[in-house]
């Protein structure tokens, strides 16, 4: 019974660690895409404000600041 059971194990634990690599891939472009288009994160505002706002922080941490501070300044004048 247990010989059975070990080709099934396997093929769920390869596809736990393909769903994973996709997700952190998935994560990176999504982080770079923030990264270089204010456009994108003014969308990214409006669609997922939780996900903007852990890019906010992930890069504050990081020790890069303003981009928060410029983002909203450029939106606030897109509007007037």
Same mark, same amino acid.
């Given at each position: &019974?247990?010989?059975? &059971?070990?080709?099934?194990?396997?093929? %769920?634990?390869?596809?736990?660690?393909?769903?994973?690599?996709?997700?952190?891939?998935?994560?990176?472009?999504?982080?770079?895409? &923030?990264?270089?288009?204010? /456009?994108?994160?003014?969308?990214?505002?409006?669609?997922?404000?939780?996900?903007?706002?852990?890019?906010?922080?992930?890069?504050?941490?990081?020790? %890069?600041?303003?981009?928060?501070?410029? /983002?909203?300044?450029?939106?606030?004048?897109?509007?007037?």
């Amino acid at each position: &019974m247990a010989q059975n &059971m070990e080709p099934l194990a396997r093929k %769920i634990i390869k596809g736990v660690l393909a769903a994973e690599v996709v997700g952190v891939f998935g994560a990176y472009i999504l982080f770079k895409k &923030m990264n270089s288009s204010q /456009d994108f994160r003014q969308t990214m505002s409006k669609t997922f404000p939780f996900l903007l706002e852990v890019y906010y922080k992930s890069v504050e941490q990081s020790g %890069i600041h303003g981009i928060r501070e410029k /983002d909203q300044e450029k939106w606030l004048d897109s509007k007037n």
